[in-house]
């Protein structure tokens, strides 16, 4: 079935860096748009980033601009999101999702922590 | 950027009624580019509805969305009792914007 399972959450200091991976299973990764969506604890959602299904166009929310990276290996059926000078509101529940205009399939999240 | 406003925040309502819930946009929203999710805690948000009234695949028909330009509507025809959850509107005709969410709670 169509699945995607994130992982590379974790608990780091401000300043710190941490990539997150999202694996793909049941469709064609490689024909599709990927997103990085995230929310805040009990807050909403906030998109991050997408990437076309080539990687060729990519968009980030202004509030990561600079700071992450996505990117995506097609062979590897595999999304990533490079993610440096970890602030402490960058703490959130990071999903990986398929689409770039609106998401029809998302994983179940990865935790992200920010804290000294 | 496209600020998306939902009313009300929360919603109470018994099973079996009739949920509506508004989303409003700061600007128009180019060809209708808005959707509906629905999310339950500890999980991922579902894809309910796209291009403001299309229900997306596996979606029961009592979910219905409508709208146009800067009001957009989803509405739970008959409440179920797994419909109790938080709902989020997103458009994508500029840029992508998420609304703040209404809770849909059980009076």
């Known amino acids: 079935q169509v699945q995607l399972v994130e992982s590379g959450g974790g608990l780091v200091k401000p300043g710190g860096s941490l990539r997150l991976s999202c694996t793909a299973s049941g469709f064609t990764f490689s024909d599709y748009y990927m997103s990085w969506i995230r929310q805040a604890p009990g807050k909403g959602l906030e998109w991050v980033s997408y990437i076309s299904s080539s990687g060729g166009t990519i968009y980030y929310a202004d509030s990561v601009k600079g700071r992450f990276t996505i990117s995506r290996d097609n062979a590897k059926n595999s999304l990533y999101l490079q993610m440096n000078s970890l602030r402490a509101e960058d703490t959130a529940v990071y999903y990986c999702a398929r689409g770039g205009m609106f998401m029809d399939v998302w994983g179940k999240g990865t935790t992200v922590t920010v804290s000294s | 950027e496209i600020v998306l406003t939902q009313s009300p925040g929360t919603l109470s309502l018994s099973p079996g009624e009739r949920a509506t819930l508004s989303c409003r946009a700061s600007?128009?929203?180019?060809?209708?580019?808005l959707v509906w999710y629905q999310q339950k805690p500890g999980q991922a948000p579902r894809l309910l509805i796209y291009?403001?009234?299309s229900r997306a695949t596996g979606i029961p028909d009592r979910f219905s969305g409508s709208g146009s330009g800067t009001d957009f509507t989803l509405t739970i025809s008959r409440l179920e009792p797994e419909d109790f959850a938080v709902y989020y509107c997103?458009?994508?005709?500029?840029?992508?914007?998420f609304g703040q969410g209404t809770k849909v709670e059980i009076k």
């Open positions: 600007q128009s929203v180019s060809s209708s580019y």
């Open positions: 291009a403001a009234s």
């Open positions: 997103q458009q994508y005709g500029s840029s992508r914007t």
